[in-house]
């Protein structure tokens, strides 16, 4: 059994915590590997060598940082087939998703790359009588992120990119269930040339997480996972002074007003529920059907639901895989019975799927569930799984209504081809990311991402100009080089002459 470990100060380590998880392949549902769990020595150790590292990195030229980040971006595509082929043995996802994932994080180190123009300061030049003022921004230290089983690679790269160019140290906390990607990048950077404690890894459970919340070292940390996880790390980092964006979970609404067309739609809405088997932040799970869009719709994507191929990741003619735990499993399928109880109509039904070969595994099939109240547990809790809940609704303004009224506010989208509809929507809707005819609008590296209300904690989105901006902070510095002239010392405030 192989043991998933430590990368610090450029090299595999072991630690002295003897905890270890079970990491499983989630199409066999066997045991692969264990990972470690570390201690808060171990944290103590990966910081110690970030705080090190920051000396040399933070005074590192631009133009040596954004060589070292075009080494890194060309050795991560000539790699990208090894890290999705981790990502689909670990996480469980098909193979062309987890390509996905690691092209959407490369884009990411590209607008890190730009690191030189990004950090471009202002200048304003005889503010007063030979006085001269100019900004600019200076990494924070060394900085931490804490990330979810369900981008092994992408949510990791929404952060170090940014925050390595910017000339910062950075630990990551990667999650315990798909931890392997971490340490092939850890790798990667290696043979960029970064040099070594400039990027750490520290594999971990809830121990290793709030010794790096409480570290008095860790001047930011950057968090994606749950919604009560982020509260949490929210709370606790900035109580130890941390400048901190966490970001929750989600509960994603795609209206259908009654102009859509009912084949365009459900082929998106099948893709953007059941892609990936439902675990991404930004999955349709809730299909608000308006007046008589619904029974069309409906109709449609439950025919699409039942011709989705279930099958092991690294199957190249599978659609979707398992998800990522037995534990996970046991969940979706009890909330689909609940659903069931509670007065749902299971219209697919995803339960007790087989798949011939893998009998173990983590499965879920598809499943569509119609006439879901807002009241009922599948609507009200995050099910991070392949089931669409259809809410039927009278009015474009009911379903902004009905979207407002939730408690996140990560990602929505609206199917029509009335400008003026998706306009009403777009302006109305308490989200921070919005998709027109788009069910999954995430947003390219050069924006920044990051939902509303219980879906972010903290000011900041990641990556794009909000990354640059909170893994930095400003100098403003007056100067004035000439002593002749109109310069008196006055006992007055400081006013310009
Ligand atoms: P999670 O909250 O269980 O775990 C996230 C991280 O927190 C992991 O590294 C984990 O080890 C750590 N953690 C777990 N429990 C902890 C505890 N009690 N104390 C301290 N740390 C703890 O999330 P997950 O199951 O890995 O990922 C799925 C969740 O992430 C979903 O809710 C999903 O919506 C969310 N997510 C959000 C976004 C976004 O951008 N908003 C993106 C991806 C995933």
């Known amino acids: 059994m192989s043991t998933i ?74 790699n990208a087939d090894e890290l999705a082929a981790l990502i689909t043995s670990e996480h469980g996802k098909v193979l062309s998703d987890a390509l996905g994932e690691v092209q959407r994080g490369q884009e990411v180190i590209e607008f890190a790359c730009g690191i030189p123009a990004l950090l471009k300061g202002e200048y304003s030049d005889q503010v007063s009588t030979s006085v001269d003022v100019f900004s600019y921004r200076e990494p924070l230290g060394v900085v931490a992120g804490i990330t979810p089983f369900n981008f092994p690679a992408m949510v990791p790269m929404w952060m170090f990119p940014v925050a390595i160019a910017c000339g910062n140290t950075f630990v990551l906390k990667p999650s315990e269930r798909d931890p392997s990607a971490s340490l092939l990048i850890a790798d990667l950077w290696k043979r960029a040339g970064l040099p070594d404690g400039v990027f750490n890894v520290v594999q ?11 570290s008095p070292d860790i001047a930011a940390v950057s968090f994606v996972g749950s919604t009560p996880i982020a509260k949490y790390i929210h709370e606790r980092a900035s109580a130890s002074g941390k400048r901190v964006q966490a970001l929750g979970g989600a509960k994603n609404h795609a209206v259908v007003p009654s102009d859509a067309d009912p084949e365009f739609v459900s082929d998106h809405l099948a893709a953007a529920a059941f892609g990936s088997a439902g675990e991404r932040c930004m999955a349709i799970s809730a299909a608000v059907l308006v007046g008589d869009a619904g029974d069309r719709v409906l109709e449609a994507v439950s025919r699409k639901a039942r011709e989705v191929r279930v099958g092991a990741g690294s199957d190249t003619g599978s659609d979707m895989g398992p998800v990522v735990t037995k534990a996970a499993q046991q969940r979706i399928l009890g909330l689909v019975d609940r659903g069931e109880e509670q007065g749902a109509k299971v219209v697919v039904d995803g339960r007790g799927l087989g798949v011939d070969g893998y009998p173990e595994g983590f499965w879920v099939g598809p499943t569509v569930l119609d006439g879901v109240t807002t009241e009922m547990d599948v609507y009200r809790e995050e099910i991070f799984g392949p089931v669409l809940s259809v809410v039927r609704v009278e009015s474009l303004d009911e379903a902004i209504a009905l979207v407002n009224s939730n408690p996140y506010g990560n990602g929505t989208a ?58 930095t902070r400003a100098k403003v510095v007056t100067t004035r080089w000439e002593s002749t002239g109109t310069a008196q010392a006055s006992f007055a405030f400081p006013t310009s002459t």
Not at 59 to 75: A, C, D, G, K, V
Not at 204 to 211: N, Q, T
Not at 450 to 465: E, M, R
């Open 414 to 471: 609206i199917f029509t081809s009335n400008g003026a509809a998706a306009r009403r929507f777009q302006r109305g809707v308490h989200v921070g990311m919005i998709g027109v005819n788009v069910p999954v609008p995430v947003p390219m590296a050069y924006y920044s991402f990051g939902g509303w209300k219980a879906s972010l904690f903290g000011d900041k989105h990641v990556h794009g100009p909000e990354g640059v901006s909170f893994y």
């Open 5 to 78: 470990t430590h990368w610090i100060a450029g090299e595999a380590v072991v630690g002295e915590s003897e905890r270890r998880a079970p990491v499983f392949d989630p199409a066999t549902g066997q045991q692969q590997a264990e990972v470690l769990l570390a201690s808060a020595t171990d944290v103590e150790a990966a910081v110690a060598a970030a705080s090190q590292a920051f000396e040399s990195w933070s005074q590192t030229s631009l133009s040596r940082r954004s060589r070292i980040l075009f080494s890194f971006r060309e050795l991560l595509s000539q």
């Open 204 to 214: 971990g459970d809830k121990e290793a997480v709030d010794a790096i919340l409480d």
